[in-house]
């Protein structure tokens, strides 16, 4: 035990030695029981000890007799036999010194080699990380990262640095090391700027990027008045900043109150005060805030304190990236909380950075009270897993919002659980419990714009859960189809039975970690929603899946009784501000103008508004269109070996798997050439991150490191995909590549966003460093917007042509949302008020609620008061509403009687009844025997009767065309109670496929059937194997197009492709329509099959979807 603890493997040899545990051991008696483990531990710790000692041995051997190169999966090995000996309680000091000894020569050694100084601040990293005795979460990669944070040469004019270096590096941890030196180095940035910054000229920027806005520059003069040149926070003309006694004279100065004689900016003074303090005592470095911080701040208090005028809801700031956002929110924070009274939300809306946001800035809110005089309560909103594994202990970290919080860092999934979970309670009053309470948001265009504008919340039927769950026991017994309905003993029970073997195909075809994932716990499923885990989504699928792989005992199952308006939750806030790094094109300002009533302001550079300072923007070094995408890959692959000669190559390709193919690429021209590929190119794709952070990890930040040194350098090519184009700092300090013009950013693909396109430029050009790009498009990515807008893709108008476009699309989207944002406002007002009176106790009432949040975007507001009017106890017409009239889509029964029974409606589209239209290729081609045994033809019929035998229900209506050389109607819109034979009939004896391909016309016919329908709820079906060739008057699905773009449009759209011989332009076309059903609140998918064989998977989505098992989001 004594070796053991140690850490000693000489001592635990002997220790092992002196004891004989393989023989008898009945001379131990009851100390057998005891002694035992303890050997046993003993000798599985010796071999793994002896082990990683000789994998350490049999690496380090040849440097230390030869000059020989290491490489970085040397350094890297090393790194990771050394981290496994501390984890497991190896002391290498005790256990072979020459070891550490080698391991400390050989990374100084490896760090000289690749160009560093080999300082001693570098020397004792290096010393400190071998020494470790836990060096959980710290890998090579932040070792060669922090080495390159110091690596400065040992001369006067960087002693100042590399003794504050020093000090945090003896103050702390070694998984501290990366953020303190991190941190150091921007607070010398800044610091190197301090005493150049000018607070006149600061304020002729603001003007200067607010030149026409005129509400900018009420704000910026009301600041200046307040905040003026003469009367700054504090006066460090004549002091040095590096001066021990100057710093104490400065912050002596910041703590004296009433110096400005001005309440708002004394009370900033006295967060900035503190904030240096500790920062001072961190950094032993002074920290203040910039002037464009301070006036960005005032601008936004004023918003805040002053009379609320109706013309504005909303301010919202433009701040660039690294500008200090995170400090102005915390600041805002503290001083609505401290000074005002106020409690306040901070909505970041990324897991990772909101804890890092809230932690960074914890200390400095525990050093206030509130305006009562009470503690502040600074808390935090993770997961539930999240809580239960990393926060168990910690009580201001908790899985939802206390609404006694005064500063609460959040998601938005959070405001909206906090707001659903106010109206669930009985009688809340919504203005007291708002009132009092900002909404402080961080990026607002992920937030505001790239969601829908409503969210269904699910609450559970505790009746049809015992029965779920029953299923899910037949289930696992063997039960099937059939057999699962016969257990129904009700029409609520037979439509669970059915969403439920619906759910069961569904959950079939998930894919781990693209349609589900296993939660942080272990202990779970969860639904991946937008490539994001979303704790709160809910579907009868997942419960199905958690069930049989028993992460549960239970199967939940909820209904739809709750719709929010995200936008009339967040209007509920006392008032509303936001910093963004871009807000987005002209449609996306006026959505929000229109929908918050939003006023918006920029904030300089800081670097504007210092003296005599550089400020630089990334220059553009051309645009090239090539004509298809194979000369588009070889002109990229040879600019970025030409600019690699210069400075550091970053290619955003246009998604994750374009970016891994030319990784690939890359690296056999690489190898081509000559080069060691391995180093040279650096994938950064989303799917490396995901599966191997730590060589993610390795490759950023190698990836803007040079190779060799002098006129020898040479730099590297990495290849990214556009999440790595948004919020990943690519750091680059070398003076040769700055020189040189900085970060090469190669774009293969030009946003239609603004927004985008910003964030993508942001990766180059930061802080004080030269930045440089250049765009290599492939002229038939961009095929169908050239035809759609008849306008030219030239490489001088590139950019602005192609922002136009999205311009353009955008505001058709924001129309098409405009009915699905009216309705789901009206059905929100009254949610509140039916969840206030508790009116959903009865099961009437429940089932009206039911069908009212299911159907509502089809309705028209008049339709949706007339439902509502059927509820015992809720006078619709005392419920104000801000809804405007947006007509219905269909004709449906909004009798007010009340439903008769008590019968509990379970399905998410309620009973009533759906209007389904199969729109099926039968052109030639469909012929070919290419589907696993059997011709596409064959192989869709069967399709569609298993989707008609299983998926429509009896009240539901079923519509079939086909399309050749002309649109043939197989049959007309029919129920299918009392025609299931003859429909039956009708498709086994299709004819056979002879003609051409009329593919959009078909869709349009479709489409026209289904208006005419009377149904709350219409799908549409399509699939072609081949490219339309015979529509002449829409060629390119022009009045398809046109008609998803119009109010009339209300309908689920899923299309289907067979083959890879789809010419982009058509795929495109079929992408497009999707997503306009998407942007009306309804499903749009696009499925390639792109092997015949695969049209039977295609289908088992569409089955899926046509089942009711429709997401919700539940309360956190």
């Given at each position: 035990?004594?070796?053991?603890?140690?850490?000693?493997?000489?001592?635990?040899?002997a220790?092992?030695?002196?004891?004989?545990?393989?023989g008898?051991t009945?001379?131990?008696?009851?100390?057998?029981?005891?002694?035992r483990?303890?050997?046993?531990?003993?000798?599985?710790?010796?071999a793994?000890?002896?082990?990683?000692l000789?994998?350490?041995r049999?690496i380090?051997?040849?440097?230390a007799?030869?000059?020989?190169k290491?490489?970085?999966?040397d350094?890297?090995?090393?790194?990771?036999?050394?981290?496994?000996a501390?984890?497991?309680?190896?002391?290498?000091?005790?256990?072979?010194?020459?070891?550490?000894?080698?391991?400390?020569?050989?990374?100084?050694?490896?760090?000289?080699?690749e160009?560093?100084?080999?300082?001693?601040v570098?020397?004792?990293?290096?010393?400190?990380?071998?020494?470790?005795?836990?060096l959980?979460?710290?890998?090579a990669?932040?070792?060669?990262?922090?080495?390159?944070?110091?690596?400065?040469?040992?001369?006067?004019?960087?002693?100042?640095?590399l003794s504050?270096?020093?000090?945090l590096?003896?103050?702390?941890?070694?998984?501290?090391?990366?953020?303190?030196l991190?941190?150091?180095?921007?607070?010398?940035f800044?610091?190197?700027y301090?005493?150049?910054?000018?607070?006149?000229?600061?304020y002729?920027?603001?003007?200067?990027v607010?030149r026409?806005?005129?509400?900018?520059?009420?704000?910026v003069a009301?600041?200046?008045r307040?905040?003026?040149?003469?009367?700054?926070?504090?006066?460090?003309?004549?002091?040095?900043?590096?001066?021990e006694?100057?710093?104490?004279?400065?912050?002596a100065?910041m703590?004296?109150?009433?110096r400005?004689?001005?309440d708002?900016?004394?009370g900033?003074?006295?967060?900035f005060?503190?904030w240096?303090?500790?920062?001072?005592?961190?950094f032993?470095?002074?920290?203040?805030?910039?002037?464009?911080?301070v006036v960005?701040?005032?601008?936004c208090?004023e918003?805040?304190?002053?009379?609320?005028?109706?013309?504005?809801?909303?301010?919202?700031a433009e701040?660039?990236?690294?500008e200090?956002?995170?400090?102005?929110i915390a600041?805002?924070?503290?001083?609505?909380?401290?000074k005002?009274?106020?409690?306040?939300?901070?909505?970041?809306?990324?897991e990772?950075l909101?804890?890092?946001?809230f932690?960074?800035?914890r200390?400095?809110?525990a050093?206030?009270?509130t305006k009562?005089g009470?503690?502040?309560?600074?808390?935090?909103c993770?997961?539930?897993?999240?809580?239960a594994?990393?926060?168990a202990?910690?009580?201001?970290?908790?899985?939802?919002?206390?609404?006694e919080?005064?500063?609460?860092?959040?998601?938005?999934?959070?405001?909206?659980?906090?707001?659903?979970?106010?109206?669930?309670?009985?009688?809340?009053?919504?203005?007291?419990a708002?009132?009092?309470?900002i909404?402080i948001?961080d990026?607002?265009?992920?937030?505001?714009?790239?969601?829908?504008?409503?969210?269904?919340?699910?609450?559970?039927?505790?009746?049809?859960?015992?029965?779920?769950?029953?299923?899910g026991?037949?289930?696992?017994r063997?039960?099937?189809?059939?057999?699962?309905?016969?257990?129904?003993?009700?029409?609520g029970?037979?439509?669970v039975?059915?969403?439920?073997?619906?759910?069961?195909q569904?959950?079939?075809?998930?894919?781990?970690?693209?349609?589900y994932?296993?939660?942080s716990?272990?202990?779970?499923?969860?639904?991946?929603?937008?490539?994001?885990?979303?704790?709160?989504?809910?579907?009868?699928?997942?419960?199905?899946?958690?069930?049989?792989?028993?992460?549960?005992?239970?199967?939940?199952?909820?209904?739809?009784?709750?719709v929010?308006?995200?936008?009339?939750?967040?209007?509920?806030?006392e008032r509303?501000?936001?910093?963004?790094?871009?807000?987005?094109?002209d449609?996306e300002?006026?959505?929000?103008?229109?929908?918050?009533?939003?006023?918006f302001?920029?904030?300089?550079?800081?670097?504007?508004?210092?003296?005599?300072?550089?400020?630089?923007?990334?220059?553009s070094?051309?645009?090239?269109?090539?004509?298809?995408?194979?000369?588009?890959?070889?002109?990229?692959c040879?600019?970025a070996?030409e600019w690699?000669e210069?400075?550091?190559?970053l290619?955003?390709?246009?998604?994750?798997?374009?970016?891994a193919?030319?990784?690939?690429?890359?690296?056999?021209?690489?190898?081509?050439?000559?080069?060691?590929?391995?180093?040279?190119?650096?994938?950064?794709?989303?799917?490396?991150?995901?599966?191997?952070?730590?060589?993610?990890?390795?490759?950023?930040?190698?990836?803007?490191?040079g190779?060799?040194?002098?006129?020898?350098?040479?730099?590297?090519?990495?290849?990214?995909?556009?999440?790595?184009?948004?919020?990943?700092?690519?750091?680059?300090s070398?003076?040769?590549?700055?020189?040189n013009?900085?970060?090469?950013?190669i774009?293969?693909?030009?946003?239609?966003q603004?927004r985008d396109?910003?964030?993508?430029?942001?990766?180059?050009?930061?802080?004080d460093?030269?930045?440089?790009?250049?765009a290599?498009?492939?002229?038939?990515?961009?095929?169908?917007?050239?035809?759609?807008?008849?306008?030219?893709?030239?490489?001088?108008?590139?950019?602005?042509?192609?922002l136009?476009?999205?311009?353009?699309?955008t505001?058709e989207?924001?129309?098409?949302?405009?009915?699905?944002?009216?309705?789901?406002l009206?059905?929100?007002?009254?949610?509140?008020?039916?969840?206030?009176?508790?009116?959903?106790?009865?099961?009437a009432n429940?089932?009206?609620?039911?069908?009212?949040?299911?159907?509502?975007?089809?309705?028209?507001?008049?339709?949706i008061?007339m439902?509502?009017?059927?509820m015992?106890?809720?006078?619709v017409?005392?419920?104000?509403?801000?809804?405007?009239?947006?007509?219905?889509v269909?004709?449906?029964?909004?009798?007010?009687?009340?439903?008769?029974?008590?019968?509990?409606?379970?399905?998410?589209?309620?009973?009533?009844p759906?209007?389904?239209v199969?729109?099926?290729?039968?052109?030639?081609?469909?012929?070919?025997?290419?589907a696993?045994g059997?011709?596409?033809?064959?192989?869709?019929?069967?399709?569609?009767?298993?989707?008609?035998?299983?998926?429509?229900?009896?009240?539901?209506h079923?519509?079939?065309?086909?399309?050749?050389?002309?649109?043939?109607?197989?049959?007309?819109?029919?129920?299918?109670?009392g025609?299931?034979?003859?429909?039956?009939?009708?498709?086994?004896?299709?004819?056979?496929?002879?003609?051409?391909?009329k593919?959009?016309d078909g869709?349009?016919?479709?489409?026209?059937?289904?208006r005419a329908?009377?149904?709350?709820?219409?799908?549409?079906?399509a699939?072609?194997?081949?490219?339309?060739?015979?529509?002449?008057?829409?060629?390119?699905?022009?009045?398809?197009t046109e008609?998803?773009?119009?109010p009339?449009?209300?309908?689920?759209?899923?299309?289907i492709?067979?083959?890879?011989?789809?010419?982009v332009?058509?795929?495109?076309?079929?992408?497009?329509?999707?997503?306009l059903?998407?942007?009306?609140?309804?499903v749009?998918?696009?499925?390639p099959?792109?092997?015949?064989?695969?049209?039977a998977?295609?289908?088992?989505?569409?089955?899926?979807?046509?089942?009711?098992?429709?997401?919700?989001e539940?309360?956190?």
């Open positions: 035990q004594q070796a053991l603890h140690n850490g000693d493997l000489s001592e635990l040899k220790a092992i030695s002196s004891v004989e545990m393989d008898e009945d001379h131990l008696g009851d100390l057998d029981s005891v002694v483990p303890v050997y046993n531990e003993g000798m599985d710790k010796l793994s000890w002896e082990g990683l000789t994998t350490m049999r380090l051997g040849p440097f007799k030869s000059d020989m290491i490489s970085d999966q350094v890297q090995k090393l790194f990771t036999a050394m981290k496994e501390g984890l497991t309680g190896m002391s290498l000091e005790l256990s072979d010194g020459d070891i550490a000894e080698g391991l400390e020569q050989t990374f100084l050694r490896h760090l000289k080699q160009g560093g100084v080999g300082n001693n570098q020397i004792e990293i290096i010393r400190r990380l071998v020494a470790c005795p836990k959980q979460g710290v890998d990669a932040d070792m060669a990262l922090c080495l390159s944070l110091v690596n400065k040469d040992e001369v006067p004019e960087n002693s100042f640095f504050r270096a020093r000090q590096v003896d103050a702390h941890e070694p998984y501290q090391f990366t953020n303190v991190s941190s150091l180095e921007t607070i010398l800044f610091l190197k301090l005493d150049k910054e000018d607070l006149a000229q600061c002729r920027e603001y003007r200067k607010n026409g806005n005129q509400v900018a520059l009420q704000y009301k600041a200046e307040n905040y003026s040149p003469g009367f700054e926070l504090v006066q460090t003309k004549g002091r040095d900043l590096l001066s006694s100057d710093v104490q004279d400065i912050l100065e703590n004296i109150p009433g400005n004689k001005n708002m900016v004394d900033l003074r006295q967060i005060f503190w240096a303090q500790l920062m001072k005592e961190t032993d470095l002074l920290v203040l805030p910039h002037h464009t911080q960005c701040m005032l601008m208090l918003f805040i304190v002053g009379d609320q005028t109706p013309d504005c809801g909303a301010l919202i701040m660039g990236t690294g200090g956002k995170s400090a102005v600041g805002l924070a503290l001083f609505c909380c401290t005002l009274g106020k409690k306040v939300h901070v909505v970041v809306d990324d990772n909101v804890e890092r946001d932690l960074t800035y200390d400095l809110f050093q206030f009270k009562n009470e503690t502040i309560k600074a808390q935090l993770v997961s539930a897993t999240k809580k594994n990393k926060y202990k910690d009580d201001d970290i908790r899985p939802r919002v206390d609404p919080g005064d500063i609460v860092y959040i998601e938005a999934k959070h405001v909206q659980s906090f707001y659903t979970n106010l109206a669930k309670q009985g009688g809340t009053n919504f203005d007291a708002f009132k009092d309470r909404l948001l990026e607002v265009d992920a937030l505001v714009i790239d969601e829908a504008p409503c969210v269904p919340f699910v609450y559970e039927n505790d009746e049809l859960s015992r029965f779920a769950t029953r299923l026991d037949a289930l696992l063997g039960k099937q189809g059939a057999q699962l309905e016969a257990m129904a003993t009700t029409d029970e037979l439509k039975a059915r969403s439920f073997i619906a759910a069961q569904k959950a079939e075809k998930w894919v781990l970690n693209q349609d994932a296993v939660d716990s272990g202990q779970r499923y969860v639904r991946v929603v937008q490539g994001r885990v979303s704790e709160g989504s809910w579907s009868l699928a997942l419960e199905l899946k958690n069930y049989v792989d028993r992460y549960t005992d239970r199967i939940i199952y909820n209904e739809r009784l709750f929010m308006n995200r936008a009339h939750a967040f209007q509920k806030y509303i501000v936001g910093l963004s790094g871009s807000v987005g094109n449609a300002r006026s959505f929000l103008t229109s929908i918050y009533k939003a006023k302001f920029k904030v300089p550079w800081f670097l504007t508004t210092c003296k005599n300072s550089p400020f630089y923007a990334a220059d070094r051309g645009v090239f269109i090539e004509e298809d995408e194979h000369r588009q890959w070889l002109a990229t040879d600019k070996f690699r210069r400075a550091p190559v290619i955003i390709a246009s998604h994750r798997a374009k970016a193919r030319l990784a690939q690429d890359l690296h056999a021209m690489a190898e081509a050439r000559g080069l060691h590929a391995r180093d040279v190119v650096r994938n950064l794709s989303r799917e490396v991150y995901e599966t191997q952070p730590e060589v993610f990890k390795q490759n950023l930040f190698k990836a803007t490191q190779i060799g040194q002098g006129a020898e350098k040479k730099w590297r090519i990495a290849v990214t995909d556009p999440r790595g184009g948004r919020g990943t700092d690519y750091r680059v070398d003076p040769v590549a700055d020189q013009g900085g970060l090469m950013l774009v293969m693909h030009i946003p239609k603004s396109w910003v964030q993508f430029l942001g990766r180059t050009a930061r802080q460093k030269h930045g440089q790009w250049l290599v498009l492939n002229k038939k990515d961009y095929a169908a917007e050239i035809d759609k807008f008849k306008t030219p893709l030239t490489p001088g108008t590139a950019v602005d042509t192609i136009d476009w999205g311009n353009k699309e505001t989207n924001l129309k098409s949302v405009n009915g699905h944002y009216h309705r789901g009206r059905v929100n007002e009254i949610s509140e008020r039916v969840a206030a009176q508790k009116l959903l106790e009865d099961p429940r089932e009206i609620m039911v069908k009212i949040c299911s159907e509502y975007q089809s309705l028209s507001i008049h339709q008061n439902l509502a009017g059927g015992q106890g809720l006078d017409r005392s419920i104000p509403t801000q809804a405007q009239e947006v007509g219905a269909k004709s449906v029964d909004v009798s007010s009687r009340r439903p008769s029974g008590s019968m509990v409606v379970t399905s998410t589209q309620g009973t009533a759906r209007d389904i199969i729109v099926m290729d039968r052109s030639t081609s469909m012929l070919s025997k290419d696993g059997k011709s596409r033809f064959e192989l869709c019929r069967d399709c569609i009767l298993g989707i008609f035998n299983t998926n429509v229900e009896d009240q539901d079923l519509g079939l065309l086909t399309f050749e050389s002309q649109v043939r109607e197989s049959f007309p819109l029919t129920k299918k109670g025609n299931e034979s003859k429909l039956t009939g009708l498709i086994r004896n299709l004819p056979n496929p002879d003609g051409l391909t593919f959009h869709v349009m016919e479709g489409l026209e059937r289904l329908g009377s149904s709350s709820a219409k799908y549409l079906v699939l072609t194997d081949g490219d339309d060739n015979m529509s002449r008057t829409q060629p390119n699905g022009e009045k398809v008609y998803l773009r119009s009339d449009a209300d309908v689920h759209i899923i299309v492709t067979v083959g890879k011989d789809i010419k332009k058509m795929i495109e076309t079929c992408k497009q329509w999707a997503s059903a998407k942007a009306s609140g309804k749009g998918l696009y499925i099959a792109d092997q015949p064989s695969e049209i998977q295609a289908f088992t989505k569409v089955a899926a979807i046509i089942a009711d098992d429709a997401e919700g539940a309360e956190l």
